[in-house]
């Protein structure tokens, strides 16, 4: 069984920082991508940032210049570093992984139970 578990959200004040930590656990052949993504209130859920295992990057437009994903894949962990918040960036952050658990098993999603930023003054 494949846990993710993701920490280090909490309340901020607009133009703080915040450092996400999510950490995969259970039976895990090989990870490929790792994603954050997040859900506003009344609002769809959104991808902010991709990393592939290749070291690819993708964030979206509206969190380019401001937050920076990364991994450390000897603790399948991924990061999402946001600096300079706004309040438009409160909303419960997801992290995601496609992967393997053993090497005869496909590839499949797992996703972690969130984590609430919230940005306000």
């Known amino acids: 069984q494949v846990q993710l578990v993701e920490s280090g959200g909490g309340l901020v004040q607009p133009g703080g920082s915040l450092r996400l930590s999510c950490a995969a656990s259970g039976t895990i052949f090989s990870i490929d991508n790792m994603a954050w993504h997040r859900q506003a209130p009344g609002k769809q859920r959104e991808l902010v940032a991709v990393?592939?295992?290749?070291?690819?990057?993708t964030l979206a437009d509206s969190v380019k210049g401001r937050f920076t994903i990364s991994r450390n894949n000897a603790k399948n962990t991924v990061y999402l570093q946001m600096n300079s918040l706004k309040p438009e960036d409160t909303a419960v952050y997801y992290c995601?992984?496609?992967?393997?658990?053993?090497?005869?098993?496909?590839?499949?999603?797992?996703w972690g139970q969130g984590t609430l930023v919230t940005v306000s003054s």
């Open positions: 995601n992984a496609d992967l393997r658990t053993t090497y005869w098993d496909p590839r499949r999603a797992y």
């Open positions: 990393l592939t295992s290749g070291g690819s990057t």
